[in-house]
């Protein structure tokens, strides 16, 4: 049984806070975040994904270009695509964004309620989950080009032989770097190990 990821304890937390859902976007890089996630209503994403709304949200421009929060009516931003509006026909009508993080690495939150504005202390809570997440996500240290080749050749499939083979150095070599791969991906085996290093851009 695969352990529940703490990431997921903090959505739940984050969307307590928010009736009508929740979305965060960690560690943006190249316009695309590392992790993401929505709990917002399901008919609203579909939408949003469809006619690609993310590249186009005035809370989204926000949020990349200032750090802090703030509430939706609070920001000023043109958005030509009325977007907030027609976020207002499936509930979304009040709301806060987060930002945290530096320029290179951004993580984004938002909440959402049809009730009421969100509260200071409603907003300072939801902050403290995003920073929360953004550590919590923080790509590992960069790995040594030695750890890149093994990982890339055992994600080729090669079996410890032939990879160090393919390599010119020892099994024993290779068992080391492979495991060095692991400490720095915190991942408890080689196959987690690659896609690890996948989805955090390290092997193409």
Not at 12 to 17: A, I, N, Y
Not at 24 to 39: E, G
Not at 79 to 88: E, H, N, R, S, Y
Not at 174 to 186: F, G, Y
Request: proline share 5%.
């Amino acid at each position: 049984m695969h352990e529940r990821s703490p990431l997921l304890d903090l959505v739940d937390e984050l969307d307590t806070l928010a009736p009508k859902g929740c979305a965060v976007a960690l560690h943006i890089r190249f316009a695309s975040p590392l992790y993401k996630f929505s709990t917002y209503p399901e008919a609203w994403q579909t939408i949003y994904d469809e006619n690609a709304y993310g590249l186009r949200d005035p809370l989204v421009f926000w949020g990349v270009g200032v750090l802090g929060s703030a509430r939706w009516s609070e920001i000023a931003m043109p958005d030509p695509f009325d977007i907030l509006g027609k976020a207002k026909g499936h509930g979304l009508i009040y709301g806060a964004v987060g930002s945290f993080g530096k320029i290179t690495s951004r993580s984004l939150m938002g909440i959402a309620r049809d009730d009421r504005e969100c509260s200071d202390s409603e907003i300072a809570e939801a902050m403290r989950i995003l920073q929360r997440m953004h550590e919590l996500a923080a790509p590992p240290q960069e790995l040594t080009p030695a750890m890149l080749s093994a990982l890339i050749l055992m994600g080729q499939g090669y079996r410890h032989t032939a990879a160090a083979a393919e390599l010119g150095i020892s099994e024993s070599a290779l068992k080391a770097r492979l495991s060095s791969a692991r400490t720095r991906l915190d991942a408890r085996t080689t196959a987690e190990a690659v896609r690890k290093a996948r989805e955090y851009g390290f092997l193409s």
